[in-house]
């Protein structure tokens, strides 16, 4: 096995162990897998419950691959470390195969994990509260969701909430929080686990988001606990939908503003709706 290479003060280094209680809270990636999630917070990670990376990816046939003992992370502000050469986070990795039009629509899990990490397969933790991925759509965590001056400074006049509830993984808003405010909610009860069917609010989701675009100065901030998985999920979902990217494309465009890392059964998903709209026509394959 290849030995870690010095990486700058920035990087942090820690093993994966399974125990019941961070098996029980396992977060994103590896949930399933008997592998938890470490919490890690530094600076603007330090609110409750920062999310996590990945553990190692299934392999052939979907058996788990063994997973290294230690991984390498980039603490908030890390996007774009690493060594010279490395492909940069939400990029392609250079010389792409070919391959038949069938075998390229049918993009994979892991092909998604590679483009979310940089070049040396680290991964970052979000590094701002709240990110404008593309214009006038803006990704972000609860902090700003109940912050409604800061909303309001923003410009936000539509809220869409990824993760509504009361749960601890919740973030626990209504259209009442918003009364008097001028800004439009809408609500989605989805939790962030790999065998949550997130696909069937993808429709939803982005009609909410297109009715807001098409008013002149309407500004939509999509948001989840963290701004990490559920809610990137569905603006990528809503690119694909009504941009007509196709899911690396989407992909890359948001984690090239904001560190995300939608939970495995989320990213296959999404590879089924690419699937869906090569298959309809709607993409180019």
Known sequence: ???????????????????????????????????GRVQVGVGAAAAAGR?????????????????????????????????????????????????????????????LNDLLANGSGCYSLPSAHSNEVVP??????????????????????????????????????????????????????????QEFNLSRYFEE???????????KDGQVFVHCREGYSRSPTLVIAYLMLRQNMDVKTALCTVRQKREIGPNDGFLRQLCQLNERLVKEGKLKP
């Not at 290849?2 to 098996?23: G, Q, Y």
């Not at 909303?151 to 009361?166: F, M, P, S, W």
């Not at 989701?205 to 675009?213: C, G, Q, R, T, V």
């Open 51 to 111: 999310p996590q990376g990945p553990s190692r990816r299934p392999g052939p046939g979907g058996a788990a691959a063994a997973a290294p003992p230690l991984r390498r992370w980039l603490v908030p502000g890390g996007a774009g470390a690493g060594p010279a050469g490395a492909s940069a986070p939400g990029e392609p990795p250079a010389g792409g195969g070919g391959g038949s039009a069938m075998a390229e629509y049918q993009i994979s899990v892991e092909e």
């Open 1 to 35: 096995m290849a030995s870690c290479t010095a990486w700058p003060s920035t990087t942090i280094f820690f093993t994966l162990k399974s125990t019941p209680e961070t098996t029980a809270r396992g977060r994103g990636r590896g949930r399933g897998r008997g592998r």
């Open 136 to 193: 006038r759509i803006h990704v972000g965590n609860a902090f700003i969701a109940k912050n409604i001056m800061r909303l309001q400074r923003l410009g936000i006049t539509h809220v869409l909430n990824a993760a509504e509830g009361k749960s601890f993984m919740h973030v626990n808003t209504n259209a009442e929080f918003y009364e008097g405010t001028g800004i439009r909610y809408h609500g989605i009860k989805a939790n962030d686990t």
């Open 205 to 215: 989701a982005a009609d909410f988001i297109e009715k807001a675009l098409a008013q």
